[in-house]
């Protein structure tokens, strides 16, 4: 069965970086688009970032650009999300998600647990 | 780009069936036909309910069914279940819904 596991959460400075992991396991993930989304505290789901199953494309919410970079290690089955000038509104729990569409179609149909972010002085 | 607008709560007594609208612009919900629908219950993980609109992912169940007219999408749930509480959420072209709070009475 498909899992995905974030880590690398915690409390953080704003300014600092951290750098989440999610690992996957159950599919092959080299085959599959993967997302980040975020929900804060209190507040509703919010797309983050999404990579190609062949890491050709990245895209992001504006408010993450130049901020944050995706990326993937196929050979070690894991996504990640470096999260560099952290702001305090950036505190949230992070998902993890695969994506099975094609040509735009973009949904997920697996989730992790979540991470959580704390941004805070 | 602005998030999709779904009712914050609803509710129902179990065995009602309720509706929960997702309205977007003709350049998100009313160009395709790739409106997903997630469940998300507290301190889980969001479920894909829904997607492409109608489409039920494998062991889902036919309780839960979706449809599109022009730039609203809509979840329905028939015969209402304790265990159906929770957050839905809408979602095309990565965007989100704010979310609606589902009660059962």
């Known amino acids: 069965q498909v899992q995905l596991v974030e880590s690398g959460g915690g409390v953080v400075q704003p300014g600092r970086s951290l750098r989440l992991s999610c690992a996957a396991s159950g599919y092959t993930f080299s085959a599959y688009g993967m997302h980040w989304v975020r929900q804060a505290p209190g507040k509703g789901l919010e797309w983050v970032a999404v990579i190609w199953y062949d890491g050709s494309k990245k895209y992001y919410t504006d408010s993450v650009k130049g901020r944050f970079t995706i990326s993937r290690d196929d050979s070690r089955n894991t996504l990640y999300l470096q999260m560099n000038s952290l702001r305090v509104e950036d505190t949230a729990v992070y998902y993890c998600?695969?994506?099975?569409?094609?040509?735009?179609?973009?949904?997920?149909?697996?989730w992790g647990q979540g991470t959580l972010v704390t941004v805070s002085s | 780009q602005s998030a999709l607008t779904q009712p914050a709560s609803v509710s129902g007594s179990p065995g009602q069936s309720i509706t929960i609208s997702c309205t977007g612009t003709s350049g998100d919900v009313g160009a395709y036909n790739y409106v997903s629908w997630y469940q998300h219950q507290p301190g889980k993980a969001p479920k894909l309910i829904i997607y492409d609109v109608s489409n039920r992912p494998s062991g889902v169940s036919n309780r839960f069914s979706g449809s599109k007219s022009g730039n609203t999408a809509s979840l329905t749930i028939s015969g209402l279940q304790a265990e159906d509480e929770a957050d839905y959420y809408c979602s095309t072209t990565l965007l989100f819904g704010g979310g609606t709070r589902l009660t059962v009475l």
């Open positions: 998600a695969r994506d099975p569409g094609d040509n735009g179609d973009f949904y997920f149909d697996n």
